[in-house]
């Protein structure tokens, strides 16, 4: 080997044109498949579909993801009403991709797809109360934040699991 050999190489190697690295993990892009939309022609919240993944965004931030997006449909579908109750305009749009697995999920309930996603929604609306304050309840009916409502003096209620050890 000649003594000019490595430098000829690195010359080489300098000239070439740089290629870019596979990456193993390089995400993929983000199918859209449902948006709200408001008056104002902005995106309030999406469903998109990454890879086998879908995704729900909410005001430009991913919130979650799940394996079926209709529960996140029906929860946008809530958020356009909720909207729209306080006088706000907004739509909901969304693909015909999605469209199909409500219907073929409706198809396996015997119900319509509208009625199915009115179903679902109404699941959202159950954790309001009837009178429409949007004060939330626990299971017995009262107000999830009743324990602000106790006297302060009271001692706190025990949480921790009982163990079966005795108390001091």
């Given at each position: ?5 490595k430098?000829?190489r ?8 740089r290629?870019?690295?596979a ?7 983000v199918q859209?498949?449902?948006?709200l939309?408001?008056?104002e022609?902005?995106?309030?919240a999406a469903?998109g ?9 909410i ?8 394996d079926n ?5 029906a929860?946008?579908k ?6 729209e109750?306080?006088?706000?305009k ?8 999605l469209?199909?697995?409500?219907d ?7 119900q319509t797809a509208d009625?199915?996603l009115?179903g679902l929604?109404?699941?959202f ?6 009178d429409g ?10 107000p999830a934040?009743a ?7 009271a ?8 163990d ?5």
């Open positions: 080997m000649s003594k000019q050999s430098a000829k690195d010359k080489r190697k300098k000239q070439a044109p290629r870019p690295f990456r193993l993990n390089a995400q993929q892009p859209n498949h449902a948006a939309v408001n008056e022609g902005q995106v309030v469903i579909l990454q890879g086998s993944e879908w995704l729900l965004a005001g430009g931030q991913t919130m979650g993801n799940a997006p209709v529960p996140m449909l929860m946008l809530h958020l356009a009403n909720v909207q109750k306080e006088g706000r907004v739509t909901l749009e969304y693909s015909a991709a469209q199909q697995m409500i073929d999920l409706a198809a396996d309930e015997g009625d199915y009115a929604v109404s699941e609306e159950g954790a309001e109360d009837a304050t949007g004060e939330v309840r626990d299971a017995d009916g009262a934040d324990d602000a409502d106790a006297d302060p003096a001692p706190a209620p025990d949480t921790a699991a009982d079966g050890a005795p108390r001091a």
